[in-house]
């Protein structure tokens, strides 16, 4: 069964904006908190921000500033805003639980280059 489903993704250039969003099962978005993910080539998968059912948000410092987390209760979605991007955010974006032990998603790929 499909836990997630993310899109949104595409190319942009240096500075643009992008808006991920992810759909999840009603079952884990009603019990836990959410997070995006990204993984670059040769990288290891890390969490880069992350929304508690309540809304308090957080975000690593290296988004800080440019990415917003949000979610929408009713809809069972979780998006990322993102803008001013750098090519170093270039990655597939998961999103997953904060703890992130459910089975991950497909991702969406975001390339950032002029």
């Known amino acids: 069964q499909v836990q997630f489903v993310e899109s949104g993704g595409g190319l942009v250039q240096p500075g643009g904006s992008l808006r991920l969003s992810c759909v999840a099962s009603r079952s884990i978005f009603n019990t836990y908190a959410m997070g995006w993910y990204r993984q670059a080539p040769g990288k290891q998968r890390d969490l880069v921000a992350w929304?508690?059912?309540?809304?308090?948000?957080n975000y690593v410092d290296s988004v800080k500033g440019r990415f917003t987390i949000s979610r929408d209760n009713a809809e069972n979605t979780v998006y990322l805003q993102m803008n001013s991007l750098k090519p170093e955010d270039t990655a597939v974006y998961y999103c997953n639980t904060n703890l992130g032990n459910v089975p991950w998603g497909q991702g969406t790929q975001v390339t950032v280059s002029s």
């Open positions: 929304i508690t059912r309540r809304g308090s948000t």
